[in-house]
């Protein structure tokens, strides 16, 4: 059984940086996945790290200000958020993802995940 807790969430002004975290509980590796989703709005692909970690990805509306990494043995995934606006404000799920064909592909595809974690809130007032 995989459960991901995440934590870290929280209200920011705009120019500000949060770091949420996700602790993986089980079987330590996976692809992670970062999505969010804001209210009205579909869930959409925010950043990603390989099975490996050496690959990452990122939407282009956050390239440059987030930095998605993984520590404590690959049991917990972060994802570094900096310069924070207001259109980053959302409900931010972690996701992992079983190993299937490749050690360097980031997934950014909902389907490709098997777990989730439950959401943590993050606004940004401007």
């Known amino acids: 059984q995989v459960h991901l807790v995440e934590s870290g969430g929280g209200l920011v002004q705009a120019g500000g940086s949060l770091r949420v975290s996700c602790e993986v509980a089980?079987?330590?590796?996976?692809?992670m996945g970062w999505f969010r989703q804001a209210p009205g709005k579909e869930r959409e692909f925010v950043a990603g790290?390989?099975?490996?970690?050496?690959?990452?990805d990122y939407a282009d509306s956050v390239n440059g200000r987030f930095t998605v990494l993984r520590e404590n043995g690959n049991r917990t995934a972060y994802v570094e958020m900096n310069r924070l606006k207001p259109e980053d404000t959302a409900v931010y799920y972690c996701?992992?993802?079983?190993?299937?064909?490749?050690?360097?592909?980031?997934?950014?595809?909902?389907?490709?995940?098997?777990?989730w974690g439950q959401g943590t809130q993050v606004t940004v007032s401007s």
């Open positions: 996701a992992a993802a079983e190993f299937k064909n490749s050690y360097s592909e980031v997934y950014k595809n909902r389907d490709d995940f098997d777990y």
């Open positions: 089980g079987p330590s590796f996976y692809a």
């Open positions: 790290l390989s099975w490996s970690a050496e690959y990452k």
